[in-house]
Protein backbone atom coordinates (compact mmCIF):
# COMPACT_ATOMS: atom_id res chain seq x y z
CA UNK A 1 0.00 0.00 0.00
CA UNK A 2 2.76 2.40 0.77
CA UNK A 3 4.65 1.86 -2.88
CA UNK A 4 1.21 2.83 -4.24
CA UNK A 5 0.82 6.28 -2.94
CA UNK A 6 2.29 8.34 -6.05
CA UNK A 7 1.31 11.82 -4.91
CA UNK A 8 4.03 14.50 -5.35
CA UNK A 9 5.76 12.17 -8.02
CA UNK A 10 6.98 13.58 -11.52
CA UNK A 11 7.55 11.23 -14.73
CA UNK A 12 9.58 13.56 -17.44
CA UNK A 13 8.44 13.24 -20.68
CA UNK A 14 7.87 15.87 -23.97
CA UNK A 15 3.66 15.37 -24.35
CA UNK A 16 2.01 17.85 -25.10
CA UNK A 17 0.49 18.33 -21.44
CA UNK A 18 4.30 18.17 -20.32
CA UNK A 19 5.03 21.27 -22.36
CA UNK A 20 1.95 23.10 -21.32
CA UNK A 21 2.98 26.22 -19.66
CA UNK A 22 2.44 25.32 -15.60
CA UNK A 23 0.48 28.39 -14.77
CA UNK A 24 -2.27 26.99 -17.72
CA UNK A 25 -2.15 23.26 -15.92
CA UNK A 26 -2.81 24.60 -12.89
CA UNK A 27 -5.98 26.84 -13.77
CA UNK A 28 -6.95 23.67 -15.64
CA UNK A 29 -6.60 21.69 -12.74
CA UNK A 30 -9.14 24.38 -10.90
CA UNK A 31 -11.13 23.99 -13.81
CA UNK A 32 -11.12 20.42 -13.59
CA UNK A 33 -12.33 20.24 -9.99
CA UNK A 34 -14.94 23.01 -10.12
CA UNK A 35 -16.22 20.43 -13.41
CA UNK A 36 -16.45 17.95 -10.77
CA UNK A 37 -17.98 19.65 -7.95
CA UNK A 38 -20.71 21.46 -10.36
CA UNK A 39 -22.02 18.27 -11.81
CA UNK A 40 -24.95 16.98 -10.51
CA UNK A 41 -25.53 13.77 -11.99
CA UNK A 42 -23.97 11.29 -13.56
CA UNK A 43 -23.79 12.63 -16.82
CA UNK A 44 -21.86 15.55 -15.86
CA UNK A 45 -19.24 13.13 -13.94
CA UNK A 46 -19.22 11.62 -17.20
CA UNK A 47 -17.92 14.61 -18.98
CA UNK A 48 -15.12 14.73 -15.96
CA UNK A 49 -14.31 11.08 -16.84
CA UNK A 50 -13.87 11.86 -20.63
CA UNK A 51 -11.67 15.11 -19.82
CA UNK A 52 -9.22 13.27 -17.40
CA UNK A 53 -8.91 10.05 -20.18
CA UNK A 54 -8.01 12.31 -22.80
CA UNK A 55 -5.44 14.36 -20.46
CA UNK A 56 -4.12 10.97 -19.23
CA UNK A 57 -3.66 9.70 -23.08
CA UNK A 58 -2.39 12.83 -24.03
CA UNK A 59 0.44 12.86 -21.23
CA UNK A 60 1.38 9.34 -21.89
CA UNK A 61 1.31 8.74 -18.31
CA UNK A 62 0.29 4.95 -18.18
CA UNK A 63 -3.06 4.51 -16.93
CA UNK A 64 -1.38 1.90 -14.17
CA UNK A 65 -0.54 4.97 -12.69
CA UNK A 66 -3.88 6.32 -12.58
CA UNK A 67 -4.95 3.05 -10.37
CA UNK A 68 -2.21 2.87 -8.42
CA UNK A 69 -3.01 6.28 -7.05
CA UNK A 70 -6.75 4.97 -6.19
CA UNK A 71 -5.70 2.29 -4.20
CA UNK A 72 -4.63 4.31 -0.97
CA UNK A 73 -7.84 6.40 -1.01
CA UNK A 74 -9.72 3.10 -0.72
CA UNK A 75 -10.55 3.21 2.79
CA UNK A 76 -11.95 7.21 2.12
CA UNK A 77 -14.38 5.67 -0.19
CA UNK A 78 -15.70 2.79 1.33
CA UNK A 79 -16.11 5.75 4.31
CA UNK A 80 -17.68 8.15 2.66
CA UNK A 81 -19.90 5.47 0.90
CA UNK A 82 -21.36 3.73 4.33
CA UNK A 83 -21.57 7.25 5.59
CA UNK A 84 -24.17 8.12 2.28
CA UNK A 85 -25.63 4.76 2.55
CA UNK A 86 -26.55 5.12 6.10
CA UNK A 87 -27.71 8.51 6.41
CA UNK A 88 -29.21 9.35 3.22
CA UNK A 89 -33.14 8.71 3.67
CA UNK A 90 -34.12 9.84 0.59
CA UNK A 91 -36.08 7.77 -2.27
CA UNK A 92 -37.48 4.23 -2.47
CA UNK A 93 -36.61 2.17 0.94
CA UNK A 94 -34.72 -1.22 -0.43
CA UNK A 95 -33.90 -2.63 3.05
CA UNK A 96 -35.20 -1.56 6.39
CA UNK A 97 -33.98 -3.75 9.76
CA UNK A 98 -34.07 -2.03 13.03
CA UNK A 99 -32.79 1.47 13.08
CA UNK A 100 -30.66 0.57 9.72
CA UNK A 101 -32.51 1.51 6.24
CA UNK A 102 -30.92 1.74 3.19
CA UNK A 103 -32.95 4.09 0.30
CA UNK A 104 -32.34 4.26 -3.96
CA UNK A 105 -31.11 7.68 -2.68
CA UNK A 106 -28.90 6.76 -0.29
CA UNK A 107 -27.06 4.29 -2.89
CA UNK A 108 -27.28 6.66 -5.94
CA UNK A 109 -25.39 9.45 -3.63
CA UNK A 110 -23.04 6.39 -1.70
CA UNK A 111 -22.02 5.85 -5.54
CA UNK A 112 -22.25 9.25 -7.06
CA UNK A 113 -19.86 10.42 -3.94
CA UNK A 114 -17.16 7.78 -4.53
CA UNK A 115 -17.47 8.38 -8.49
CA UNK A 116 -16.41 11.94 -7.70
CA UNK A 117 -13.92 11.10 -5.20
CA UNK A 118 -11.82 8.67 -7.61
CA UNK A 119 -12.18 11.20 -10.36
CA UNK A 120 -10.70 14.25 -7.96
CA UNK A 121 -7.62 12.26 -6.53
CA UNK A 122 -6.91 10.87 -10.28
CA UNK A 123 -7.41 14.19 -12.69
CA UNK A 124 -5.17 16.55 -9.76
CA UNK A 125 -2.55 13.81 -9.72
CA UNK A 126 -1.75 14.49 -13.08
CA UNK A 127 -0.54 17.97 -12.13
CA UNK A 128 2.30 16.54 -10.24
CA UNK A 129 2.98 14.25 -12.65
CA UNK A 130 3.47 16.19 -15.28
CA UNK A 131 5.12 19.14 -13.96
CA UNK A 132 8.54 19.48 -12.38
CA UNK A 133 8.91 20.70 -8.67
CA UNK A 134 11.01 22.95 -9.91
CA UNK A 135 8.63 24.62 -12.76
CA UNK A 136 5.20 24.35 -10.03
CA UNK A 137 7.39 26.39 -7.96
CA UNK A 138 7.75 29.47 -10.39
CA UNK A 139 4.31 28.65 -11.68
CA UNK A 140 2.82 29.22 -7.80
CA UNK A 141 5.16 32.09 -7.27
CA UNK A 142 3.83 34.17 -10.60
CA UNK A 143 0.04 33.35 -9.50
CA UNK A 144 0.85 34.80 -6.10
CA UNK A 145 3.23 37.63 -7.16
CA UNK A 146 -0.02 40.25 -6.71
CA UNK A 147 -0.30 39.52 -3.33
CA UNK A 148 3.64 41.15 -3.25
CA UNK A 149 1.44 43.88 -2.60
CA UNK A 150 0.50 43.58 0.56
CA UNK A 151 3.96 41.54 1.48
CA UNK A 152 2.97 38.52 0.88
CA UNK A 153 5.76 36.44 0.93
CA UNK A 154 4.84 34.94 -2.19
CA UNK A 155 7.82 33.17 -3.47
CA UNK A 156 8.32 31.76 0.41
CA UNK A 157 4.59 30.18 0.13
CA UNK A 158 5.46 28.52 -3.29
CA UNK A 159 8.53 26.91 -2.22
CA UNK A 160 7.13 25.70 1.07
CA UNK A 161 4.37 24.38 -0.84
CA UNK A 162 6.67 22.51 -3.70
CA UNK A 163 9.36 21.33 -0.67
CA UNK A 164 5.69 19.66 1.04
CA UNK A 165 4.81 18.09 -2.38
CA UNK A 166 8.40 17.09 -3.28
CA UNK A 167 8.90 15.56 0.44
CA UNK A 168 5.72 13.05 -0.04
CA UNK A 169 7.55 10.35 -1.73
CA UNK A 170 10.33 10.69 0.08
CA UNK A 171 8.94 9.97 3.13
CA UNK A 172 6.95 7.12 1.75
CA UNK A 173 10.05 5.76 0.50
CA UNK A 174 11.44 5.89 3.82
CA UNK A 175 8.22 4.37 5.82
CA UNK A 176 8.81 1.23 3.58
CA UNK A 177 12.35 0.86 4.53
CA UNK A 178 11.70 1.40 8.49
CA UNK A 179 8.93 -0.69 7.92
CA UNK A 180 10.69 -3.71 6.10
CA UNK A 181 13.66 -3.08 8.85
CA UNK A 182 11.48 -3.72 11.74
CA UNK A 183 9.59 -6.91 9.85
CA UNK A 184 13.15 -8.25 9.81
CA UNK A 185 13.44 -8.24 13.18
CA UNK A 186 10.11 -9.82 13.60
CA UNK A 187 7.49 -7.08 14.18
CA UNK A 188 3.85 -7.49 13.62
CA UNK A 189 1.99 -4.56 12.16
CA UNK A 190 -1.03 -7.26 10.20
CA UNK A 191 -2.55 -8.75 12.87
CA UNK A 192 -4.55 -8.54 16.19
CA UNK A 193 -6.64 -6.25 17.68
CA UNK A 194 -7.30 -2.60 16.20
CA UNK A 195 -5.11 -1.45 19.27
CA UNK A 196 -2.15 -3.64 19.05
CA UNK A 197 -1.52 -2.64 15.10
CA UNK A 198 -1.41 1.05 16.39
CA UNK A 199 0.68 -0.02 19.52
CA UNK A 200 2.73 -1.77 16.53
CA UNK A 201 3.18 1.71 14.51
CA UNK A 202 5.34 3.44 16.97
CA UNK A 203 8.61 2.28 16.18
CA UNK A 204 7.70 3.10 12.59
CA UNK A 205 6.37 6.70 13.28
CA UNK A 206 9.51 7.70 15.72
CA UNK A 207 12.52 7.07 13.44
CA UNK A 208 10.15 8.29 11.09
CA UNK A 209 9.81 11.55 12.67
CA UNK A 210 13.64 11.40 13.48
CA UNK A 211 14.53 11.08 9.33
CA UNK A 212 12.20 13.85 8.35
CA UNK A 213 13.75 15.95 11.16
CA UNK A 214 17.24 15.49 9.97
CA UNK A 215 16.44 15.64 6.22
CA UNK A 216 14.78 19.46 7.19
CA UNK A 217 17.94 20.38 8.79
CA UNK A 218 20.39 19.07 5.95
CA UNK A 219 17.87 20.72 3.72
CA UNK A 220 18.28 24.06 5.28
CA UNK A 221 22.06 23.88 5.71
CA UNK A 222 22.02 22.80 1.89
CA UNK A 223 20.31 26.29 1.08
CA UNK A 224 21.87 28.23 3.32
CA UNK A 225 25.39 27.28 1.89
CA UNK A 226 23.84 28.50 -1.52
CA UNK A 227 23.23 31.90 -0.23
CA UNK A 228 19.68 31.30 -0.29
CA UNK A 229 17.75 34.33 0.30
CA UNK A 230 14.11 33.85 -0.86
CA UNK A 231 13.09 35.48 -3.68
CA UNK A 232 14.59 38.74 -3.76
CA UNK A 233 17.08 39.38 -6.03
CA UNK A 234 16.35 36.12 -7.97
CA UNK A 235 16.63 35.19 -11.46
CA UNK A 236 15.29 32.35 -13.19
CA UNK A 237 17.08 30.38 -15.88
CA UNK A 238 13.93 29.78 -17.81
CA UNK A 239 11.24 31.94 -18.62
CA UNK A 240 7.56 31.06 -18.32
CA UNK A 241 5.60 32.07 -21.56
CA UNK A 242 2.39 30.96 -22.80
CA UNK A 243 1.90 29.86 -26.44
CA UNK A 244 -0.77 28.87 -28.39
CA UNK A 245 -1.47 25.23 -27.17
CA UNK A 246 -2.06 27.02 -23.62
CA UNK A 247 -4.98 28.77 -24.98
CA UNK A 248 -6.25 25.80 -27.15
CA UNK A 249 -6.02 24.35 -23.80
CA UNK A 250 -8.20 26.55 -21.59
CA UNK A 251 -10.65 26.78 -23.99
CA UNK A 252 -11.10 23.21 -24.30
CA UNK A 253 -11.39 23.15 -20.57
CA UNK A 254 -14.04 25.84 -20.40
CA UNK A 255 -16.18 23.72 -23.39
CA UNK A 256 -16.04 20.98 -21.03
CA UNK A 257 -17.31 23.35 -17.92
CA UNK A 258 -20.24 24.53 -20.01
CA UNK A 259 -21.21 20.68 -20.64
CA UNK A 260 -21.44 20.00 -17.27
CA UNK A 261 -23.48 22.77 -16.85
CA UNK A 262 -25.64 22.25 -19.93
CA UNK A 263 -26.54 18.60 -18.76
CA UNK A 264 -27.60 19.50 -15.20
CA UNK A 265 -29.97 21.96 -16.53
CA UNK A 266 -31.48 19.07 -19.19
CA UNK A 267 -30.27 15.69 -18.17
CA UNK A 268 -32.16 14.07 -14.83
CA UNK A 269 -29.80 11.27 -14.60
Known amino acids: MIKDITIGQFFPGKSVIHRLDPRIKLLLTVMYIVMLFIAKSFSGLGVGIVFMLISFLLSGIPIKMM ?29 EWKFIKITSGGVTTM ?28 AIERILSPLKVIKSPAHEIAMMMTIALRFIPTLIEETDKIMSA ?26 LFVS ?32 PRDYIAVAIGALFIAAVILLNRFSPI
Open 67 to 95: LKSIKPIVPIIIFTGILNLFFISSGDVLF
Open 111 to 138: VFMAVRIILLICGTSLLTYTTSPITLTD
Open 182 to 207: QKARGADMETGSLIKRAKALIPILIP
Open 212 to 243: AFRRAEELALAMECRCYHGGEGRTRLKQLRTA
